[in-house]
């Protein structure tokens, strides 16, 4: 800062100091004395010595109050802060931002450690990190049974969300054995059935009674954890490993408990606006349906069947039409055809029948002609048999004067035996019969 | 769906608001049939009548698995 030409008022001197010294940070190791700790002050005084100085110190009550730590004579602490001035007295003063009792700093440096090896090891990942249920069926709690926790967790369950069933698993949380017992608590809530989230809680406390909660055992105990653990660990400036592998944070126990589960007058809310939306939506459901069945209702196919058939009887009537025009042209095409054919039919046919007409003519004349010859034949053949014949019949002897007599109407009478008198025999003469009656009836002899 | 099957009284509060949710939803997509969405506002109905029951029945039921419970409520101590 450049050199001023003008003297400063000591306010603005003091200003200046006031600012100066705020704005460095330290870390101081030291003994407390002259501890001031007064029910109504805002403020916690003391000092912090060594050997050979004194630094007045200054911490605010509600800072004092979450550190867990006790502000007693001779005790050693490590405080960290800044430097400050009360201009009103010109006295320079340590601020307190935070204290811890000296000889925690070995077990912070390996609480740290092992936060880094968890870490390293993905422990703490978010990806890890599981919703917890929105409405859970049995809550674990893994505690002190006795308490201010345990009770905090109850009330404020109780109040929210008494539809859940509290599992308790009332452990040892401070001292020697906390750890195991932490762990075997928070085994038999994950084995136990139904149980769907935990509590880890504790209320507040010193940064060495918080070790447990710094174990591995029990920081792997919550990583295995088979449901979400949720933290409540009543100790605000530290955060201990549990909380760091837990699925989620709370700052205190109450706070656990209200993360774990909704209010129940929320839930309620909740419900009744489920009801309404599902009366309005089967409501908007059915008139929609309803406005679709009307609407087809509506349609003039609906109103009339004729509509439905109208078109297709239309096409029948055209079809119709269209038969009774289209058969009398095709028959008429027909009848065409049929005399074009017989036309036809008629000159092929004569064409056919001509060349056999004059074959058959031809065969008759021949055949007439053959008759005639063969007759003329016959004839000639025949009378001259006629002439033999004649020769030889007994006509022909009796034209010589011969007769011949018969048995009434009956063969040649050869002997005169064969008849008697009074017969009837016929006779034969050369021209011309007589019948006769046998008179006598003699022999030659 | 299988879990249709169970009565809403026998479902656990968190189940049956989440099945009623989801009927809801299906309902209000408005492509269920008619028959399916009476189905479903039927078990929408019981599902609510179910959880408003469950609800308004409830009594915190504290159960200690390890460790014996104070039995002082506590009732006088202050907030955290």
Known sequence: MAARDQALSVSDAMALAKGALESVRLRVMGEVSEATIKPGYKAIYFSLKDGSAVMPCLMWRDSYDASGVALEDGRLVEVSGNFTAYVPKGRMQFQVRSVTAAGEGMLRLEVARLARTLEAEGLMAGSRKRALPGHPTRIGVVTSPRGKAIHDILRTLGRRYPLAEVVVAGVQVEGEGAAREIVRGLATLGAEPGVDVIILGRGGGSYEDLMPFNAEEVARAVAASPVPVVTGIGHEPDTSIADMVADLRASTPTAAAEAVAPDVAEVSRALAAQSVRLGRALTHRVADLEHRVRSIADRPIMASCDALFATRAQTLDMLASGLERGIPALLDRRAEALVRARAALLRVGARLVEPSEAAVSRGVERTVLVGQQLLERNEQAVGRTAARLDDLSPLAILGRGYAVCYECEGPILRSAKSVSPGDRVDVRLAEGWLGCIVETVGSED | ?80
């Open chain 2, 1 to 80: 769906m299988a879990d249709e099957v169970v009565a809403p009284a026998d479902m656990t509060f968190g189940a049956a608001l989440a099945e009623l949710e989801q009927i809801v939803r299906a309902l209000e997509t408005g492509q269920l049939e008619l028959e399916e969405s009476l189905a479903r506002y039927e078990r929408g109905v019981a599902l609510l009548t179910a959880c408003q029951k469950k609800l308004s029945e409830a009594r915190q039921k504290v159960t200690a698995l390890i460790g014996e419970l104070e039995s002082d409520e506590g009732e006088g101590e202050g907030a955290s």
